[in-house]
């Protein structure tokens, strides 16, 4: 079973249409969520850390939200060069502190 | 600020060949750790070092393996390679242990 799950696993846009992303964990006792952005042939780029529920952290576009069994990356009035693969890594408290990475959204955004 | 680098960018090996993957961190990053990615399995954790020293491993065979130098250049190293490696390794690095990661460009590894 999964500890981290992404929802759609795929998500077409038309330019400037607004929509948003998840990630769900289910193992108690959360370090800290990580939200990368993946480009084809290239290695993840950081993108946010979120911490504690209530939590929130924004970069142009994107908008990164916490609660306690998941987080949500909202992206407002995307650009076709918001293409590519989101991925959420979360790390917790009972264990190691390696986070433990989601399959990615992919999203394609269309002028 | 120079990224994470690592080579060769893209590598195809033989069925039963060995490779060996290298990674430079960030100056001044201590921690490396390696991913797999793979399109069926996604991001796995390989291992990672600190100080020369392996920290945490994941859950892969003992064909996959690592080291860390002094000056925090790391290797990964897959011996008998198996068509199932094929994949993507990643290298990340950071400040220190349990801190945020930047990634490599990653290695391409195609076994044939």
């Known amino acids: 079973e999964d500890q981290v799950t992404q929802s759609p696993e795929a998500l077409r846009l038309q330019e400037g249409e607004s929509s948003s992303l998840n990630c769900s964990y289910t193992v108690s006792g959360l370090r800290g969520l990580f939200w990368y952005r993946q480009d084809p042939g290239k290695g993840p780029e950081f993108l946010f850390t979120?911490?504690?529920a209530g939590e929130e952290k924004e970069k142009e576009r994107l908008k990164a939200t916490l609660t306690k069994k998941e987080s949500f990356l909202h992206i407002t009035a995307p650009k076709p060069e918001d293409s590519a693969t989101y991925l959420c890594?979360?790390?917790?408290?009972?264990?190691?502190?390696?986070?433990?990475f989601g399959r990615g959204t992919s999203l394609i955004v269309h002028p | 600020k120079a990224g994470v680098t690592q080579t060769p960018r893209y590598l195809i090996k033989t069925r039963g060949q060995q490779v060996t993957l290298s990674c430079s961190p960030i100056s001044g990053h201590r921690s490396v750790s390696w991913y797999q990615q793979t399109p069926g399995q996604g991001l796995q954790f390989l291992f990672e070092y600190f100080s020369e020293t392996q920290r945490n491993k994941g859950n892969f065979p003992g064909r996959f393996s690592g080291r860390q130098f002094s000056n925090s250049r790391s290797e990964m190293n897959v011996s008998t390679l198996e068509l199932g490696d094929s994949a993507l390794y990643l290298c990340?690095?950071?400040?220190?242990?349990?801190?945020?990661?930047?990634f490599g460009s990653g290695t391409r590894l195609t076994v044939v």
């Open positions: 990340a690095s950071s400040p220190g242990l349990g801190n945020g990661y930047t």
């Open positions: 890594a979360v790390a917790f408290t009972g264990g190691s502190y390696i986070p433990t």
């Open positions: 979120l911490y504690s």
